[in-house]
Nanobody, 118 residues
Framework: QVQLAESGGGLVQPGGSLRLSCEASDEILSVYAMAWYRQSAGKLRELVASMYINGLTNSADSVKGRLTISRDNAKKMTVFLQMSNLQPEDTGVYYC???????????WGQGTQVTVSS
């Protein structure tokens, strides 16, 4: 059973930084793509940033230059979301999604709350 473990959320003041982590269990074997989504109160879940196995990345216009997806080069099944200059509109539950390589099946993390408030 593949499991994803997220960590790193919390409360931060505007302008502050956080780093989210998401690690997939060994059962996933290999990864095709990784992504971070967020869901704010009253809104649909939206894509924040994604990364493919070839290193290609993409991010939403609203977070460009502030939220950056990366992968642990040593632990291939771990993805990070480095968040800087956080703003109140970044508040929400952040979910990681990892797509398994062999069958393109998606797995989701449990979500971690990020609150940006003074």
């Amino acid at each position: 059973q593949v499991q994803l473990a997220e960590s790193g959320g919390g409360l931060v003041q505007p302008g502050g930084s956080l780093r989210l982590s998401c690690e997939a269990s060994d059962e996933i074997l290999s990864v095709y793509a990784m992504a971070w989504y967020r869901q704010s109160a009253g809104k649909l879940r939206e894509l924040v940033a994604s990364m493919y196995i070839n290193g290609l990345t993409n991010s939403a216009d609203s977070v460009k230059g502030r939220l950056t997806i990366s992968r642990d080069n040593a632990k291939k099944m771990t993805v990070f979301l480095q968040m800087s200059n956080l703003q109140p509109e970044d508040t929400g539950v952040y979910y990681c999604k990892i797509m398994r390589r062999r069958d393109r099946r998606n797995y989701w993390g449990q979500g971690t709350q990020v609150t940006v408030s003074s």
